[in-house]
């Protein structure tokens, strides 16, 4: 009885091991995550809302390694929206008239700028840009 126990409890260790239950398995139809697959994700970065409560925006940014943020503001009322690629830190003014934000230049093109060896001066800047939101 002493040498069975250890024997069958190996055996049935050892089914187990081998033959895991259906559930337990993968399953093959979902295919598994790669790396170009994070380029398609978007990540929310920063919200807010307006002092009247009018708008809302939001920062989204590209999961691609050069990915570039995109601001949204939209008119909770109105249901207008105003897109800006290439937009970031975005800020209401205190009376909810007017959108602040950064507009960045392309990347593809700083980039081609800077393996040009172009001089830093003459590369293109960040703008700071208004949106009127009552229009």
Known sequence: MNFRFP?????????????PPSSAQ????KRQL?????????????TGISSDGKWAMFVTLNGAAD???TVTFRGLDS???YVVERGSTP?????????????????KKLKQLRKAKTK????????????ELES
């Open 67 to 69: 990915g570039e943020a």
């Open 91 to 107: 800020s209401f003014t205190w009376d909810s008239k007017f959108a602040l934000f950064r507009v960045t230049p392309p990347k």
């Open 120 to 131: 830093s001066a003459d590369l293109p800047k960040a703008k700071f840009q208004i949106l």
């Open 7 to 19: 024997f069958l409890l190996t055996l049935f260790v050892a089914i187990l091991c081998l033959n």
């Open 34 to 46: 790669e790396h170009s697959d994070y380029d398609v994700w978007n990540t929310m970065a920063g």
């Open 26 to 29: 993968q399953d093959l139809t």
């Open 79 to 81: 249901g207008k929206q």
